[in-house]
């Protein structure tokens, strides 16, 4: 073994000259037996009586407007475990990789890696004989400026007149879905609006697809906006995973919403993530509910259906002995149901948070009619601009980041123990915030999806920035 190997940092630049790319970064992992980079619309073709893989790859990370087609011999397929423990099946291809002067030949596995900071990871096999790594240090092979970037990647940016953005929801006439696709068109945008009962699939390794009534397939959209309704959540999230198979990005992804709909598998996570919440509490069996509703403090208590927005499937108990009899009238139903302490300090008040993109945009203060528990603006609720403190700042946008949602609605109340997290919703309303706030949330969203896709609005002279209100 060579005494004079050469030194590598934690992370290196790399290129692959056969492929055309001439720039990645590259995680160096020695824990990796297998090199392996971002890959995705991973099609098998036979090329004479060879099998080979053509692939797409976006070898900058955030930046999904930057794309490789690139084709390659098949060398084998391995199942691969990935580091959160889960083996998946994936090609394995060899390539010529330059890391500073060395150029010398390796394997890759063709891998998803969008969740990733780095679109590569560089195992011990590419690094046997060849480097020492020192952990210490990141970029020792030379670092690769932005000005760089752009000019190594220059001719695969293409300039819009805007963006294609698809809103997917049941109702075009609803206020939110009707000022999207106005805010989407002010921004120079192609807004098409998509009825999710209308939209169907084909499931095929080589060639999914979604379609659109009559037939129209829906392959050219550069993101998605999902508006989708409880009743429809199933439906929804199966054409967002298939959008995301055709590599349109979704503004919140199926696994996000899923997640948010599901009131005990969020409320678990929440808990399990150090976010204060109600003291909460869910059982099967009838021999236990007085035991429940002594657990989450007794009565006036609140009854929540799992699937439930916008207040519906959601009851107050203000005895012991009516809420037994709720719960126990819910059960012999076979339905499942939270029940959660009531906070009597609030007053029929809760807070609104508009989160996106990690940040806090808007926030108000709704209040419940009178007689009602409920604050939803829906139920005859009101609803005036809110300033929010900084610790309830952080709880909302630490509830979205949670559930991994771009956009959110997080619901606190504040209690005499601090803000506590109610809910989490993933298709936020906007009339009502809109209107008590007077802010533009539509135009905040569609600059998340600009920001995201990396689009550089041609009336913008510097970066937008997202708003974010100002806590006490």
Known sequence: MSTSLDIIGNAEWCSFHTLKIPAIKARIDSGAKTSSIQASNIKKFKKGNQSWVSFEINPLQDNLSISIACEAEVLDSRLVKSSSGISEKRYVIKAPIQVGTSKFEIELTLANRDGMDFRMLLGREAMRNRFLVDPSKSYVKGQVSQSELDKMYAHLMYHKTGLKIGLLASDKNLYSNKRLMEAGIA???????????????RLDTAFPEVRYRGGSILHDLDAVIPRIRPSMTFYGCALLRQFKAVGTYCLNSDTSISQSRDKLFSTQLFSANNIHIPITGFAKSPLDTKDLISMVGGAPLIIKLLQSAQGKGVVSAETNKAAESVINAFKSLQTN????????????????????????????ERTAQKGEFRSNIHMGGSAKKAKITAEERRLAVKAAKILDLSVAGVDIIRSNRGPLLLEVNSSPGLEGIEAATGQDIANQMIIAIEKKLKYHHPNSSKTEKLSVIEGE
């Open 337 to 364: 149901i939270l029940v959660q302490e009531f906070i009597k300090e609030a007053a029929g008040k809760d807070l609104r948070c508009f989160v996106v993109n990690g940040k806090v945009i808007a926030a108000i």
């Open 187 to 201: 921004r120079g945008h192609e807004m098409h609006f998509y009825n999710i009962q209308q939209c169907y699939m």
